[in-house]
């Protein structure tokens, strides 16, 4: 199963807006698993960087990284 990061840019800017230090960067194991949020996140192992703008991620991202 692949692990999804993504970062979420509402709530970077929400953070911007509010004064708020909600964590901005998401993690799914596979594509409909339950995210976690974090202010940052270590990982090991192969991985790509996608960038889809035609065709977004279930969560709404254009640019994630794929973790197996």
């Known amino acids: 199963m692949k692990t999804y990061v993504?970062?979420?840019k509402n709530v970077i800017l929400s953070n911007?807006?509010?004064?708020?230090?909600?964590?901005?960067?998401?993690v799914s194991a596979g594509l409909r698993?339950?995210?976690r949020h974090f202010h940052s996140?270590?990982?090991e192992?192969?991985?790509k960087i996608v960038y889809s703008?035609?065709?977004?991620a279930p969560w709404g991202a254009?640019?994630?990284i794929e973790l197996e």
């Open 33 to 35: 698993g339950i995210p």
């Open 6 to 8: 993504s970062v979420c």
């Open 62 to 64: 254009r640019v994630w």
């Open 53 to 56: 703008p035609d065709k977004a």
């Open 41 to 43: 996140w270590s990982f």
């Open 16 to 26: 911007l807006k509010n004064g708020t230090n909600d964590p901005p960067i998401r």
């Open 45 to 47: 192992g192969k991985g």
